[in-house]
């Protein structure tokens, strides 16, 4: 044959590292903020490019290309879920990094196993895609987080401004302007969306798709009722701000005293793969005496569907929703 399994290999490795490279390499690019005095992502780009729709298209992501585009038809899911983590990377980019990797880990692989071919590439693939997967869930965890902690503040100023008799608007505006992100840059789209023809139920709507945050559904919500049947805006953002941080106290406090059966939750979890670990490394026959025999494998398969259920209803007794 031409091609050996070791060149395979080597082609592979070239191709995964050229492709993680250049993912990684745009990813940075993507993610390099501009001036530190600059106080969210939407005003660094409205100040290196003056063309506000142009601004509005890429923080709205669509701007990514023919290849983006097909990829968001075939998975709309992912680039939801990439807006929500607010990285400015295009879904061609993450899925170039993620066969980068995918073809990487499948050399890796191929070199110190001796698994078949095809049930190797599906592994690489299968981890390839979940690491950044959960990269990316992480980070949409901690922005929802951070919005979330920024609300209350947000609801003051939105308050204090139709106080002084601006029109909403202006107070989103003025969010827009003041708070870093991510709801400077949130509140930002919605400012533009409505001066580009979108009424303010739309603009709001596409806010809370953007951000799916529950108390930030009830302020949606506040505005539209308020619409409809009028009434005290500013007084009933204000009470609406007054909850968000009783809730957000209640929660941080119940974070408090439930952190103890959290982590004995995390050490429970982490004891029998620790056990099973350190026996088959000091005593490696403790194992390999009984993993041919018939009833080793469904015991195994009970055991782990019974840890599993441990686990799940450990995880339901020490974590709260307020």
């Keep these: 044959m031409i091609f050996d399994t070791t060149s395979i290999v080597y082609v592979l490795l070239f191709v995964g590292t050229l492709l993680l490279v250049e993912g990684l390499y745009f990813l940075i690019v993507d993610m390099r903020s501009g001036p530190e005095q600059i106080v969210n992502q939407r005003l660094r780009m409205a100040a290196g490019d003056p063309d506000s729709r142009a601004v509005l298209r890429k923080m709205r992501r669509e701007d990514q290309g023919a290849l983006s585009q097909w990829i968001n038809n075939l998975a709309p899911p ?96 003025l969010v827009a302007q ?22 303010i139920d739309g603009a709001l709507a596409n806010l809370a798709i953007r951000v799916p945050q529950d108390d930030l559904k009830f302020f949606v919500v506040s505005i539209g009722v308020q619409r409809t049947t009028g009434g005290n805006l500013a007084e009933v953002l204000a009470n609406l701000s007054q909850v968000v941080r009783d809730r957000f106290r209640m929660f941080a406090k119940i974070r408090a005293i439930s952190a103890e059966g959290r982590w004995s939750g995390i050490i429970i979890s982490i004891i029998p793969f620790a056990l099973i670990g350190w026996l088959n490394f000091i005593t490696p026959s403790f194992l390999g005496a009984v993993k041919d025999d018939p009833i080793f494998m469904p015991a195994m398969i009970v055991a782990g569907v019974l840890l599993v259920i441990g686990l799940i209803t450990i995880y339901k007794m020490v974590n709260f929703r307020v």
């Design 178 to 199: 003041e708070m870093p992100d991510p709801i400077g840059s949130e509140f930002g789209i919605v400012t533009d969306e409505m001066t580009y023809g979108f009424d």
């Design 78 to 173: 992912l680039d939801r879920l990439i807006s929500q983590a607010g990285v400015q990377i295009s879904t061609f980019r993450l899925v170039a990094l993620m066969l980068g990797l995918s073809a990487m880990l499948l050399a890796l692989l191929r070199l110190v196993t001796f698994v078949p071919l095809w049930q190797l590439a599906l592994i690489s693939l299968f981890l390839g895609i979940a690491v950044f997967i959960l990269i990316i869930y992480v980070m949409r965890h901690k922005r929802l987080k951070r919005f979330a902690e920024q609300l209350p503040d947000t609801l003051d100023i939105i308050t204090k401004s139709l106080r002084a008799g601006h029109p909403i608007s202006a107070s989103f505006n």
